[in-house]
């Protein structure tokens, strides 16, 4: 049995920055966790654990035999609908060099007038 693989393109929609902002993927799963409308209490119960529990895997401590796995990932992003930890993964991983190449002079050449003003203004230019 041959399973049929589907060859069409998926669009996504990659915060600019995302894989520079973080790290890791868990420091995106923390952020958005801390940050997010539902209380720490509500994704740790949607998620099936005590809120200490996910707040020791959230902090990642090397002396703590607790770790934040691939299974508590889906039921966090199930919990929360914050999907941004597989954005970082996508951008961090996936993105092509020289999209990414094209943004950064795009950046750039928005930045260039405040760079000139700010250069005369230091008594560079």
Not at 31 to 57: C, E, F, H, Q, W
Not at 80 to 107: H, M, N, S
Not at 116 to 125: E, I, M
């Amino acid at each position: 049995m041959n399973p049929q693989v589907s060859t069409s393109a998926v669009q996504l929609d990659v915060p600019n920055g995302i894989s520079e902002r973080f790290s890791n993927a868990l420091e995106v799963v923390r952020a958005g966790a801390y940050s997010n409308r539902k209380p720490l209490k509500t994704i740790a119960a949607d998620m099936d654990v005590s809120p200490s529990d996910l707040s020791r895997k959230l902090a990642n401590n090397p002396d703590d035999p607790r770790r934040f796995t691939l299974l508590d990932l889906e039921a966090y992003i199930s919990s929360t609908g914050d999907v941004q930890p597989i954005l970082y993964l996508v951008q961090k991983f996936c993105a092509d060099p020289q999209v990414k190449q094209r943004e950064a002079l795009a950046a750039l050449a928005q930045l260039a007038p405040q760079l000139q003003a700010l250069l005369k203004q230091a008594g560079v230019a």
